[in-house]
């Protein structure tokens, strides 16, 4: 591959890697008895879990009034979780599908881990908005299909609906590319595998070879598949968006809101990837291709996107000002100095404020600090879809109807258990599928690994000596 | 397949030394019937003289009828099976269909060219792969020759091609 780097850029792939390396060192999490750290993960996470199953089988079981929603303050913790999951599932297609498109090399050292992560956190986000149904068995009824009701029709004019359809495209999509790229890998994976393990991945590998066609279809279908994925992945936050923004809530009722979620979501899912991979590099030894010049790529894009993000939170309270319009200017006082004014604060100061610390080079490249920061935008996120849902409903057009809203412990129970599902998920997928994309980290080492750009600089510095003599 | 084919095959430890090797044989008019490689090696396609996939005319076709589908059954719904007016709404209210068109549109397509594409590849749960040498997926990059129906002496070249372009080793194997 003679691709030429310039010798300049900072290796992706570290430690004179050769091609049979790159395959051992990705391999071995899913080969090698489980570790006693990932034990302990684990049991936790499925204790979570249960917690989760617990509370929404009590949720369905005895109903929605076990939450503490009323009439005025119809979505809480249930929509905020959601939307949260939603935004955290978008970093993952982001990575693959716009930085592939983008031809950014860093890309291959966090793809896979973050696609797995996108479709862990859809699944986790689909079941907020169906345990708050109430009737989760008629959850199908969401689905256009030729009923005995006349038939009658879903609304095609809802919000609601369009979410349905983003969602679940959304979900389909994710999976299908994650898996088409997981194929040559499980196949590597086959074939150092032996007896029942060996039938297994063959079976997930789907008899894949390495063929010279098949690589090249399975390239342009990645190709293609990432040209949809990307109008697709700013579709879906757009849409959810418009759940609120097609309303006419003061504080809801805003054109900002399509990028401003977007940005949101871009903004917490690359959190969720730093949480997840400075723990995951570090467990499974992978430092060598999740380098700390990856991590700095991803703390770039949060402060861009912080930054974005903080913006539009100005913008929001400017219009409110300058339109003239006092609903909406009560829904921005009430949002800083209401009842729920910590939420206004946490948001603020986690998304806006502590993101800046990203200027500096030595802060975007020290790991406590990014794991740091990441908890702390994670945190801030969920502040600000509570912010947006739960203090802008308990303030509406009549004092009369004004209400407040704390959540029950089925409710703190449902959302930590959510973060125990995800965490199960996750935790399964590292030890059964390989975390790094290997053909992709091989496909790269020739331009990106640190001896082959040593090699290039030492090239580049002959060349420049014999110039001057 | 039934019938199993004899395959020779060579294995080279380099990509950069395998399509060389591909470029010499073109040369010499060889008959390739494969390449295998443990990753998308640049390069490798116009090498082998591929002619470029047309998988996409497939993501077209389909996302084409995504989206007719799509605003025909909600256009059929609402302005024939069952009109309703939504909040004053005119029946056929074009701009809220674009959202789920769209949606559909990039289904249809995505998954319809998945489909495609492991038909066409001949891909799927429960498909043995004719493994030619594990390696192959690890760090060995491999060039096949059906030898079925050759004479010796044409193996014989076989042979020594591999040896003359580097191969690293060169075995037999039908599959």
């Known amino acids: 591959m003679g691709s030429i780097i310039s010798p300049i850029r900072e290796p992706l792939v570290t430690g004179n890697k050769t091609y049979n390396q790159i395959t051992e060192d990705i391999c071995a999490p899913t080969e090698r008895a489980p570790s006693i750290s990932w034990v302990i993960a684990f049991s936790v996470a499925n204790v979570l879990a249960a917690v989760f199953l617990f509370t929404s089988a009590w949720t369905i079981w005895q109903g929605v009034g076990t939450w503490d929603l009323n009439r005025t303050i119809g979505w809480g913790w249930d929509i905020t979780n959601f939307v949260w999951w939603i935004g955290i599932g978008h970093a993952g297609t982001l990575i693959s599908a716009i930085l592939l498109l983008f031809r950014q090399k860093w890309r291959t050292g966090v793809n896979r881990a973050a696609e797995a992560m996108t479709i862990f956190a859809v699944a986790v986000a689909g079941q907020f908005p169906l345990i708050h149904m109430g009737r989760a068995w008629f959850a199908f009824f969401v689905f256009p299909y030729p009923n005995t009701r006349g038939p009658l029709w879903v609304n095609f004019n809802s919000p609601l609906l369009w979410d349905v359809f983003a969602i679940s495209t959304y979900a389909t999509v994710s999976v299908l590319f994650w898996y088409v790229g997981l194929i040559p890998d499980l196949a590597t994976v086959r074939d150092r595998a032996r007896g029942f393990r060996k039938k297994i991945y063959g079976i997930f590998s789907f008899g894949w070879t390495g063929s010279a066609k098949h690589w090249q279809r399975w390239e342009s279908l990645s190709l293609i598949l990432a040209g949809l994925a990307t109008p697709l992945v700013l579709s879906v936050h757009t849409i959810v968006s418009f759940d609120f923004a097609t309303s006419v809530i003061p504080g809801w009722h805003t054109t900002i809101f399509p990028p401003y979620f977007v940005a949101g979501a871009i903004f917490s899912g690359f959190a969720m990837v730093q949480t997840l991979m400075i723990i995951t590099r570090y467990v499974l030894k992978l430092q060598d291709y999740i380098t700390i010049a990856h991590i700095e790529s991803m703390n770039k894009v949060i402060l861009l996107t912080g930054t974005m993000v903080g913006v539009a939170y100005l913008t929001e309270v400017f219009v409110a000002w300058y339109s003239g319009y006092i609903y909406e200017q009560f829904a921005f006082y009430n949002r800083a100095f209401g009842p729920y004014w910590f939420a206004y604060f946490a948001m603020m100061t986690c998304n806006l404020v502590s993101p800046q610390i990203f200027w500096f080079k030595k802060m975007r490249r020290n790991l406590y600090v990014t794991f740091i920061m990441s908890i702390f935008v994670n945190i801030g996120m969920w502040y600000e879809r509570f912010v947006i849902i739960a203090t802008t409903l308990a303030r509406d057009y009549l004092p009369s109807s004004w209400s407040l809203y704390s959540p029950t412990w089925v409710e703190i129970g449902i959302f930590i258990g959510s973060i125990g599902v995800f965490f199960t998920l996750f935790l399964i997928f590292v030890r059964v599928a390989p975390v790094v994309a290997i053909a992709e980290i091989k496909h790269i080492l020739k331009s990106s690994g640190d001896q082959y750009l040593e090699k290039q600089k030492e090239y580049v510095q002959k060349q420049q000596f014999s110039e001057k003599n | ?175």
């Open chain 2, 1 to 175: 397949m039934a019938n199993s084919k004899n395959v020779l095959f060579g294995l080279y430890n380099d990509d950069d030394i395998l399509i060389d090797a591909i470029k010499t044989a073109r040369n010499q008019k060889l008959d390739i019937m494969d390449v295998f490689t443990p990753f998308p090696v640049h390069g490798l396609d116009p090498a082998l003289g591929l002619a470029e996939s047309r998988i996409h005319i497939a993501g077209f076709v389909f996302g084409l009828i995504g989206a007719i589908t799509a605003m025909g059954f909600m256009s059929w719904i609402s302005v024939s099976d069952w009109p309703i007016i939504y909040g004053g709404k005119p029946y056929w209210p074009v701009l809220s269909f674009i959202p789920i068109t769209f949606e559909l549109t990039v289904l249809f397509s995505a998954v319809g060219m998945v489909i495609v594409f492991f038909t066409i590849c001949g891909l799927g749960p429960g498909v043995t792969a004719k493994v030619l040498d594990p390696r192959i997926t690890d760090d060995m990059f491999c060039i096949a020759f059906d030898v079925s129906n050759m004479e010796e002496n044409e193996k014989a070249g076989l042979q020594k091609f591999f040896e003359e372009t580097g191969a690293s080793e060169i075995n037999q194997k039908s599959i």
